[in-house]
């Protein structure tokens, strides 16, 4: 059964970096994406970033270079970094799998639950 | 950026009756050369994360049941539940995975008439 599960702090201050970990259990990571989305409260989902298993990664241009991705496939684990945070990053963070078709992402099939991430001094 | 956008924002629908929502993309999300429309469908319950129901724009995902269909190709998609049940009560997202950035419609929120 595949699982996902984010762990990180659940307030952080502003202008430091967020970093959340999600850790993947009942699956290997080879074959697949490996993705961060988001949901500001009231808004909708919004798409950060994705890594595959060889640690090609894929950014949101709107999160310019605040944003880094990384994989440890001997942890079964993936993280995300963001950088300079501020009342705007205030989310739930996800993260989610994304089969690959013909090296093309896909559809998210499996999310974590969500963390909520806090930005506030 | 391809953006996403659903219709209506909300619906009241009565149990047992047809509730239709429409996505709409700006740029086309069907790549001709597989004849496949990069889009997905999700629900999201209050305090679950997003359900993948449908992908490849009418493909039902495995478990979900056949109550929920996709359809439409290049920019117009609906996602329709053929008979409402009150657990289908939930806000409901397309997205497409066409190109980067992934983008994701406001959302639908569908509750019980």
């Known amino acids: 059964q595949v699982q996902l599960q984010e762990s990180g702090p659940g307030l952080v201050k502003p202008s430091e970096t967020l970093s959340l970990t999600c850790t993947v259990a009942?699956?290997?990571?080879?074959?697949?994406?490996w993705g961060w989305i988001r949901q500001p409260p009231g808004k909708g989902l919004e798409w950060i970033a994705y890594?595959?298993?060889?640690?090609?990664?894929y950014y949101n241009p709107s999160f310019k270079s605040r944003v880094t991705i990384s994989i440890d496939t001997s942890r079964n684990q993936f993280s995300l970094k963001l950088n300079s945070v501020t009342a705007a990053d205030t989310a739930v963070y996800y993260c989610?799998?994304?089969?690959?078709?013909?090296?093309?992402?896909?559809?998210?099939?499996?999310w974590g639950h969500g963390t909520l991430v806090t930005v506030s001094s | 950026d391809i953006v996403m956008t659903q219709s209506p924002d909300s619906l009241a629908v009565s149990l047992g009756e047809k509730a239709t929502i429409n996505c709409k993309s700006s740029?086309?999300?069907?790549?001709?050369?597989?004849?496949?429309?990069?889009l997905a469908w999700y629900q999201r319950k209050p305090g679950q994360p997003p359900k993948l129901l449908i992908y490849?724009?009418?493909t039902r995902e495995s478990g979900v049941p056949d109550r929920f269909s996709g359809s439409g190709s290049g920019t117009d998609f609906t996602l329709t539940i053929s008979s409402l049940q009150a657990e289908d009560v939930a806000v409901y997202y397309c997205?497409?995975?066409?190109?980067?950035?992934?983008?994701f419609g406001g959302g639908t929120k569908v509750e019980i008439k």
């Open positions: 009942g699956v290997s990571m080879s074959g697949f994406y």
């Open positions: 989610a799998r994304a089969p690959v078709f013909g090296m093309v992402i896909s559809h998210f099939d499996y």
């Open positions: 997205q497409q995975y066409y190109s980067n950035p992934l983008t």
């Open positions: 890594i595959d298993y060889t640690g090609s990664t």
């Open positions: 490849w724009a009418s």
């Open positions: 740029h086309s999300v069907l790549y001709n050369s597989k004849n496949k429309n990069h």
